[in-house]
């Protein structure tokens, strides 16, 4: 009988991943609320403010349909660590930036992060969960980035009210505890092909 147990490493691996859509999907939903406060705080029009958004969810978008692409060109690992990466150079630019055009390319910068890290946990469910499970981890998957847009708006609404709209970013523990969690059980477990930069070169 096929071993229907799920591993310890992989509970780690997908709770990883997980985290890290979390973060970009609450962050997310969280930024609408505050866009009041940065019209005023920067002087930018409310055209200006929802690129915010729609340039974080073009980047989503854009980088999403290439994960099948980036689990067969590079590690898991790898692919893992420079979306969690990403994500964070993206969060902390957006913490410190003093004007609307970093903030704006702190947002390009997690969107990439997100679309790599959304599909890659259902990657490692759907590869390395035990067939018999599956279907309880996708749920538990889906719950997880589920969450974060039902709880998004009202933590923006509390982070703007109570502190300041920066904190809506303020999830760097989060993601370097899921950075850490990533790099200790994350496992390759199927191939991949490198990009070869030079084919066709004698």
Same mark, same amino acid.
């Given at each position: 009988?096929?071993?229907?147990?799920?591993?310890?490493?992989?509970?780690?691996?997908i709770?990883?991943?997980?985290?890290?859509?979390?973060?970009? &999907?609450?962050?997310?939903?969280?930024m609408? *609320?505050?866009?009041?406060?940065? /019209?005023?705080?920067?002087?930018?029009?409310? +055209?200006?403010?929802?690129?915010?958004?729609?340039?974080?969810?073009? /980047?989503?978008?854009? &980088?999403?349909?290439?994960?099948?692409?980036?689990?067969?060109?590079?590690? %898991?690992?790898n692919?893992?660590? %420079?979306?969690?990466?990403?994500?964070?150079?993206?969060? &902390?630019?957006?913490?410190?930036?003093? +004007?609307?055009?970093?903030?704006?390319?702190?947002?390009?910068?997690?969107? =990439?992060?997100?679309?790599?890290?959304?599909?890659?946990?259902?990657?490692?469910?759907?590869?390395?969960?035990?067939?018999?499970?599956?279907?309880? /981890?996708?749920g538990?998957?889906?719950?997880?980035?589920?969450?974060?847009?039902a709880?998004?708006?009202?933590?923006?609404?509390? *982070?703007?009210?109570?502190?300041?709209?920066?904190?809506?970013?303020?999830?760097?523990?989060?993601?370097?505890?899921?950075?850490?969690?990533?790099?200790? %059980?994350?496992?390759?477990?199927?191939?991949?092909?490198? =990009?070869?930069?030079?084919?066709?070169?004698?």
């Open positions: 009988m096929a071993n229907q147990k799920i591993s310890a490493k992989l509970y780690g691996a709770l990883a991943t997980g985290l890290m859509s979390f973060c970009g &999907v609450i962050v997310e939903t969280s609408n *609320v505050a866009f009041p406060t940065l /019209m005023t705080q920067f002087k930018v029009s409310t +055209n200006t403010v929802q690129w915010l958004t729609t340039i974080y969810l073009l /980047m989503v978008a854009t &980088v999403v349909p290439l994960s099948a692409n980036l689990k067969r060109a590079f590690k %898991t690992r692919v893992f660590l %420079t979306a969690n990466l990403l994500f964070i150079t993206g969060v &902390v630019l957006d913490l410190i930036t003093p +004007n609307f055009s970093l903030l704006l390319i702190g947002r390009v910068i997690q969107g =990439l992060g997100t679309g790599i890290a959304l599909p890659l946990m259902f990657n490692i469910i759907l590869e390395q969960v035990p067939p018999q499970r599956t279907g309880f /981890m996708i538990v998957g889906t719950l997880i980035t589920a969450i974060a847009p709880i998004g708006p009202t933590f923006g609404g509390l *982070v703007v009210a109570n502190l300041s709209w920066r904190y809506i970013f303020a999830f760097l523990p989060i993601l370097i505890f899921s950075l850490i969690l990533g790099l200790f %059980t994350i496992k390759q477990t199927t191939q991949f092909k490198r =990009l070869n930069l030079i084919s066709g070169v004698s």
